[in-house]
């Protein structure tokens, strides 16, 4: 089975991660189990011992055919993001010749060139897109079947080198939950590296510090027609609260390095109201400072209402895996080989997000990420070039290789 085979089979199976299940259910969705499954019994029929726990993890072993070499993990999560439908898809394959690509027969959605200029990059190759009813799901189903490709690869050719390889497929990742039950020292692996990453060549080992607020809002309810003095409603004490926050300091209006506050899902009315964000920055010091003041501004607000009527919250997610990767530059230094030796040019950039990878290297698994080859990831312009796809199996092979003496 090709990698692009693998793809497609994959991103028919529906495994949108649930961010409203309660922490006692895990995976937040019990569909993501039908495809960890699914890969569990892929896995064995190549040979390899693997497992699935209690939780839905599914791991397996690669054993070594080079004595000495460090055990590499090579790590992808399942789950689709929640912010678009993963139900249903429908994956196609277009040359793309230019100009915009258009999604479905109406033109209603499509990927406009305008907004997308790396498209140019791409012209004369084959694309795989939806029909823009939901998310293609490249993030991660592209890294799991390139892990997979991979095994198949090493499985059928023993000449080619490598240590001990184990292999992990998570549930959750896009809730930042995909490790919360990780052993990471069960998992074994000295190094290892999430393939979760975007267009073709890109590393990354600098992440967000990452923190989710909470805001509860509790309004008094009143006939309008009565509710001078007495109305205190929800949504007006969340429009104040949300307007003061820095407007230059939110998604659209930030790139590179630059932190924001961004407000995720908002759900209520008059009586309450319930808001949830996530706080973003590469700096330590500066996301603790974005924490302190959501913290300040919603007590703030909550006076100017009289008091007692908001209750915010701050939860750490994940640090900055920097300062851990950067410990072992072997780690950056060989994916950059390995794609140079396979023809592509390598990007070390700063994610703008996360990944499992983050909290595995604090917790003692040093992870950086390496490109899948998407693009528009979280949406319905969210596409994967054929080519990326074969490119980056060859770099995981290439990769393995190189720890193993190649």
Not at 9 to 25: F, M
Not at 110 to 139: F, W
Not at 223 to 248: E, Q, T
Not at 350 to 377: H, K, M, Q, V, W
């Amino acid at each position: 089975m090709t990698v692009i085979d693998r793809f497609l089979n994959y991103v028919r199976i529906p495994t949108p991660s649930d961010p409203h299940a309660g922490e006692e259910t895990y995976p937040s969705n019990p569909e993501e189990l039908v495809l960890l499954s699914t890969l569990k019994a892929e896995l064995e029929a190549l040979g390899l011992t693997a497992e699935m726990d209690e939780y839905g993890y599914v791991t397996a072993t690669l054993p070594a055919n080079v004595e000495g070499a460090p055990t590499l993990g090579l790590i992808a999560h399942v789950d689709t993001s929640p912010a678009v439908s993963g139900r249903g898809v429908q994956p196609r394959i277009i040359r793309y010749t230019g100009g915009d690509v258009l999604l479905d027969e109406r033109g209603q959605y499509r990927i406009a060139e305008a907004e997308n200029p790396e498209l140019a990059r791409y012209v004369g190759e084959e694309l795989i897109v939806t029909d823009g009813s939901t998310l293609l799901g490249a993030d991660d189903k592209a890294g799991v079947a390139e892990i997979m490709a991979t095994l198949d690869r090493l499985v059928s050719d023993p000449a080619l080198p490598h240590g001990k390889i184990r292999v992990a497929f998570t549930p959750d990742e896009e809730i930042g939950r995909g490790t919360d039950f990780f052993n990471v020292k069960a998992f074994g692996a000295d190094f290892g590296y999430t393939v979760d990453g975007g267009e073709l060549g890109e590393i990354e080992y600098e992440n967000f510090n990452a923190a989710a607020g909470e805001l509860v809002i509790e309004g008094v309810s009143v006939h309008p027609g009565s509710a001078k003095g007495k109305m205190k409603n929800a949504v007006d004490i969340f429009a104040d609260f949300h307007a003061g926050l820095p407007r230059a300091e939110r998604p659209d209006a930030t790139e590179g390095y630059e932190g924001f506050y961004m407000v995720d899902e908002v759900s209520g009315g008059v009586e309450a109201l319930r808001a949830s964000y996530i706080i973003r920055d590469h700096d330590r010091e500066k996301v603790e400072k974005k924490k302190e003041f959501f913290l300040a501004l919603a007590k703030q607000i909550d006076e100017a209402w009289g008091g007692g009527c908001i209750t915010a919250t701050v939860k750490d997610s994940y640090y900055n895996m920097a300062e851990i990767v950067a410990r072992h530059p072997h780690l950056i230094e060989n994916a950059k080989a390995a794609m140079q030796a396979c023809g592509v040019t390598p990007k070390v950039i700063p994610i703008r997000g996360g990944t499992d990878g983050a909290r595995l290297s604090y917790e003692g698994l040093p992870c950086p990420n390496l490109s899948t080859g998407g693009l528009n990831f979280h949406g319905r312009q969210e596409y994967i070039p054929v080519k990326s796809l074969k490119t980056m199996v060859d770099v995981l092979v290439k990769l393995v290789g190189l720890y193993a003496g190649a």
